[in-house]
């Protein structure tokens, strides 16, 4: 049920941007500067968790009235608000939601319509400036500003039987230039690839201001037959309305803040991309090179909010913990795992995830360790995989590592796997790597368990019984709440 009336959920940004604000989780913030200061606001907003979008806006220099969108998905309730799920802070909660909805491909026609809010101010020809809207400079190192991170790149095959929603960053070099960062194997590659193979140009659309559940679909890695739009749609019960984009018949979602429609040429000479400060913390994929993206109109709204997805390295936000122990707790269950208590991941993407599970047979804890590590959505950059008994609270860090170093023995309970897929943004990968183009990494398991065979004999712990501890914190109120 959704927390709005009707069914359909929010159609655009700025219902997400007033929904969140009335539950008091948006701050608007004026005067910061668009070189850094935003980026490092952001930054130690997240890291210090406090729980609030952040809204920026009064830049000079940009069309009047331009915001800036950052840290909208950094909360359990942020995130079920914007998927259309019961609104919770908890992130459990949060993660079962997702889980329900976690196999659902289903998908609904978009509705193309004739006008939208997004025709409001349409640039054309020598008009066309994207310099004009608001493009932070996000690290101190970056190689450029990107206004291009929680975007959506909407591209189809040359006969037009496949389309896709994806995000790629998007830096600006001038007024009627940028780049898309579409890396290879993604569904906008083939198409890319597709216009190249008859010598035609490639057209693309960029909406850069959305409402997020149309975000959360383009960056997740969906079977290549799913449409993202399509199954926004599905997931609204109501069809995402589109119209058409002027120069290449594209959809462009109706309600979107503000959309770049343009082309890349066959034949253009390449331009330096980059760096951009990656997920990860690091540089890791550096300067690309790239055949640079002109502009052939922007359309965009009165005050047009631009929707950022900001990289804080040693965090994670809601939308990628929940988001990811959803995929891999479903994705474990439809392999046949049983037994399966939480799944979680710890710092951004998949890095680090943690499973816990009831044990029913002996090697189940391994089975499932193994499994998780091979699955699509645990695959992909993962390091460390944990398994623990199901009285850990995947969630609470602390018990997590205190049954890591309690009840797991590094001689028996460790296995190291070799030769595991990763890729360019890997910090880790060494130069004789890079140059042989050998993306591959190790990653751990820890086997943090009792022992199957003799789990009954395994000494009692101390934890405080649950009931106990929700008598006395409701007892002794006023000397053990919080401050």
Known sequence: MHPWDGPAGMRDLREFVAAIEERGQLERVSGADLELEIGGISKIARRDELGTALLFGDFEGTVPGSRVLTNALDTPLQVT??????????????????????????????????????????????????????????????????????????????????????????????????????????????????????????????????????????????????????????????????VEGEVSGLPIPAHAELVVEGKVWPDAEEITEGPFGEWTGYYGAGETQQRPFEIDR??????????????????????????????????????????????????????????????????????????????????????????????????????????????CDPAEDMQLIENCVSSRINPRLSAEQEKSGDHTKSRLFFDATKPYHWKEEFPPDTKLDPDMEADLRAEWSDLLSKP
């Open 298 to 407: 922007i359309y965009y709204r009165d005050d047009p909010i631009v929707l950022t997805y900001n990289n804080v390295p040693m965090t994670a936000t809601a939308m990628s913990t929940i988001r990811s122990g959803a995929a891999l707790w479903h994705q474990l269950e439809e392999a046949g795992m049983t037994g399966i208590d939480e799944v979680t991941t710890i710092f951004p993407g998949i890095w680090f995830q943690v499973i816990s599970i009831e044990q029913q047979y002996p090697g189940h804890s391994t089975q499932v360790g193994l499994q998780a590590m091979s699955l699509p959505a645990g695959s992909w950059e993962g390091r460390i995989t944990i398994v623990v008994d199901e009285d850990i609270n995947v969630y609470d860090l602390d018990e997590v590592l205190w049954a890591t170093v309690s009840r």
């Open 81 to 242: 608000l914007a998927l259309g799920h019961e609104p919770t802070s908890d992130i459990r909660e949060a993660v079962l939601a997702q889980k329900e909805t976690a196999s659902e491909m289903k998908t609904r026609p978009v509705e193309v319509v004739e006008d939208g809010p997004v025709f409001e101010n349409v640039q054309r020809g020598d008009d066309v400036d994207l310099t004009a809207f608001p493009a932070p400079r996000w690290h101190e190192n970056d190689g450029g500003r990107y206004i291009g991170t929680g975007d959506v790149v909407i591209t189809e095959s040359p006969d037009g039987d496949d389309r896709n929603a994806g995000t790629y960053r998007v830096q600006v070099h001038g007024p009627k230039t940028a780049t898309l960062n579409i890396r290879p194997g993604r569904d906008a590659d083939r198409h890319r690839q597709a216009y190249f193979d008859r010598d035609e140009p490639f057209p693309a659309v960029i909406s850069l201001g959305h409402q997020p559940d149309l975000f959360m679909a383009a960056n997740q890695r969906f079977p290549s037959h799913v449409d993202e739009m399509e199954y926004v749609s599905a997931q609204r019960d109501q069809p995402l309305e589109v």
